[in-house]
């Protein structure tokens, strides 16, 4: 299940950390804004399928929304992975992007950071970067019509 992937890239990168802390990560299917927490987007490279023509395309503008808020010894972050609808066939769902391995350690390494930062107030050199993988050729702009984080204006 590729929630799982997220939920044990997030405790290993928490373990690597040395965050002593309970968190837990939730991943939303529906677009919920949570008031009063922290808000950090990132912008992903994933592929998408479409479920009924079957064309297939690549974005690296996927936003995904991490929502954060911290209570005493007790972490909790929402996610919610934006979706693209194919602009070919015009059914208007959207279709779940698909991350690699690695991209999917990539996200979670940058949202730690951020919780590093923003909760443990840890300075920013002492936390690592890296860029997303970007696996084959993308057909052109961003598709803003299609993108369901343009629709929410998280793009």
């Not at 997220?6 to 837990?24: G, P």
């Not at 209570?71 to 959207?94: A, R, Y």
Request: hydrophobic share 35%; with cysteine; net charge neutral.
């Amino acid at each position: 299940m590729i929630e799982d992937a997220w939920k044990d890239a997030f405790q290993n990168e928490l373990m690597t950390r040395k965050i002593l802390h309970f968190w837990s990560l939730d991943i939303e299917e529906r677009f919920q804004k949570q008031n009063c927490w922290l808000q950090y987007t990132v912008c992903a490279f994933a592929r998408f399928t479409c479920q009924l023509c079957g064309r297939c395309w690549a974005s690296s503008e996927v936003p995904i929304l991490f929502q954060i808020r911290q209570n005493d010894n007790t972490g909790e972050v929402k996610m919610h992975i934006f979706k693209q609808k194919c602009k070919v066939c015009n059914t208007g769902s959207f279709e779940h992007p698909m991350f690699i391995p690695e991209n999917i350690e990539i996200a979670i390494s940058m949202l730690v950071n951020r919780i590093c930062e923003k909760i443990y107030k840890m300075p920013k050199e002492n936390v690592p970067s890296r860029s997303f993988i970007v696996d084959g050729k993308q057909d052109g702009p961003h598709d803003s019509i299609n993108c369901e984080g343009c629709a929410y204006g998280i793009c």
